[in-house]
């Protein structure tokens, strides 16, 4: 079908209007919503992902790319919903307290919803207490903290050291990134895993959900 190959390049290419005309064009003639996230919007975001690893696409292109996807998936969530879809995993996610930054961290939100894992989204300047309070509510797969300064990096740890006096803290896996942030650091605060990525993160996140 044409119009499906038409929404994989509409996603590449950031086309948000006709990403979202070709979704409900889709599901108006009975394709399945479910196929359309795993052979088109899926696929269309690992190419997006591809070209920013190879510096082909820069975080411009991600973002745009990002909200086309978000826009077909605006269409496809509540019909999934509506079934009883189940995602295959839930993400609670946020900016750690103090630092302000959110490009990065709606980027990775909205690769990992196209990659079919329920997103929380806390926003920025999120207090370990409101990560802690958000999963005992929630009870998610995943808690993932970005952080842009150095300075705000030590409430990554603060953050995970709420989670274990909780005594949620093995219920969950903890994955972090942003510019400043490590793998050396990761394993000094005992985060689960590390990115630098979103597509990294999103590799990273299927890594877990597979094992």
């Known amino acids: 079908m044409e119009d499906l190959s038409n929404l994989y390049n509409a996603i590449i290419h950031g086309k948000l209007k006709t ?38 696409y820069f975080v411009p292109e ?78 998610p797969t995943f808690v993932a903290l970005s952080a842009l300064l150095t300075t705000t990096m030590p409430s990554m740890k603060t953050t995970i050291e709420a989670l274990k006096e909780a005594g949620i803290r093995n219920n969950v896996k903890v994955i972090i990134g942003g510019a400043p942030v490590t793998q050396k650091f990761a394993d000094e605060i005992g985060a689960d895993g590390y990115s630098d990525s979103a597509s990294g993160a999103v590799a990273l996140v299927r890594k877990f959900i597979n094992q």
């Open 19 to 56: 990403a979202k005309s070709l979704t409900e064009q889709a599901i108006n003639k009975g394709v399945d919503p479910q196929e359309l996230i795993t052979n088109f919007l899926i696929p269309a975001m690992d190419e997006v992902g591809r070209r920013f690893e190879c510096n082909d």
């Open 62 to 139: 991600l973002l745009i790319s990002a909200r086309a996807m978000k826009g077909a998936l605006e269409i496809i969530n509540p019909i999934l919903a509506e079934r009883g879809t189940k995602p295959l995993g839930s993400v609670i996610i946020g900016t750690v307290k103090g630092d302000l930054h959110d490009i990065g961290k709606n980027l990775v939100a909205s690769m990992l919803e196209g990659a079919g894992l329920e997103i929380t989204d806390l926003g920025v300047d999120v207090r370990p207490e409101k990560f802690v309070e958000t999963a005992k509510e929630k009870k």
